[in-house]
């Protein structure tokens, strides 16, 4: 049984296509995440969502539009695809009470804009 | 500014030898430490974690020490096997207002190679 899964785990287009990134979670967690692995391989924070609610937005372009139809699901949007935007997306989940802040990450999707 | 830093990139330790990975923080308000390992094409997986108010934690052949004054914790492997060759990241969270935890900040990552 996957607990996060992603879709589609390579993803290869051109600049300035709109692409969609999904995710699921069947943990029953309340709380999803967005990283973004760069080429230096740091991974970074992009979003997070509480039961369907914005709770963390770092200083990402307004390019990219999270979407969370049910708080199993975390969808991430990017218009106007550019070159910088190849990286490896990170979609993960965690309990929002615990202190420990866990997270439970899926396998990535590999995003290349040529 | 890199809040959680990992500054060897990669280590090489023989099978039955001890592995200590480490990472050194600037935030004083992080409150909760994690490890994560992560095999290529793979999502980084939970190791192991700590919570500021003790210094050790152990499990199995994993034990994560943390030095509150120097901003330091590592990762002890013992002993360490060819099937723990992977990159490490060590994250570190603050516990918000309303008690529960912020995001995670992780570091850039240590790659152990374990060789037989």
């Known amino acids: 049984d996957t607990a996060v899964s992603q879709t589609p785990k390579y993803l290869v287009t051109q600049m300035g296509n709109d692409k969609s990134i999904k995710c699921e979670q069947n943990?029953?967690?309340?709380?999803m995440y967005w990283y973004k692995q760069d080429s230096k391989k740091f991974l970074k924070i992009m979003f997070s969502?509480?039961?369907?609610?914005?709770?963390i937005n770092e200083t990402v372009p307004n390019r990219f539009s999270p979407k969370s139809p049910d708080k199993a699901h975390l969808n991430l949007h990017i218009n106007s695809l550019e070159l910088g935007d190849s990286a490896v997306y990170f979609c993960?989940?965690?309990?929002?009470?615990?202190?420990?802040?866990?997270?439970?990450f899926g396998p990535g999707t590999r995003l290349t804009v040529l | 500014d890199q809040q959680v830093k990992q500054n060897s990139p990669s280590l090489s330790v023989q099978e039955g030898r001890i592995s200590i990975l480490n990472c050194d923080y600037t935030n004083s308000m992080f409150d909760y430490f994690l490890w994560y390992k992560k095999y290529p094409a793979e999502g980084p997986t939970f190791l192991i974690s700590?919570?500021?108010?003790?210094d050790k934690n152990e499990d199995g052949r994993f034990t994560v020490f943390l030095n509150k004054s120097a901003k330091h914790l590592s990762l002890h492997i013992v002993p360490s096997q060819p099937g723990d060759s992977a990159v490490y990241f060590c994250a570190a969270s603050a516990t918000g207002r309303t008690g529960t935890a912020s995001k995670l900040t992780f570091g850039t990552g240590t790659r152990l190679q374990v060789t037989l």
């Open positions: 969502y509480n039961n369907k609610e914005l709770i």
């Open positions: 993960a989940s965690s309990q929002a009470r615990t202190r420990s802040n866990e997270q439970f």
């Open positions: 700590i919570s500021s108010i003790k």
């Open positions: 943990l029953g967690h309340d709380t």
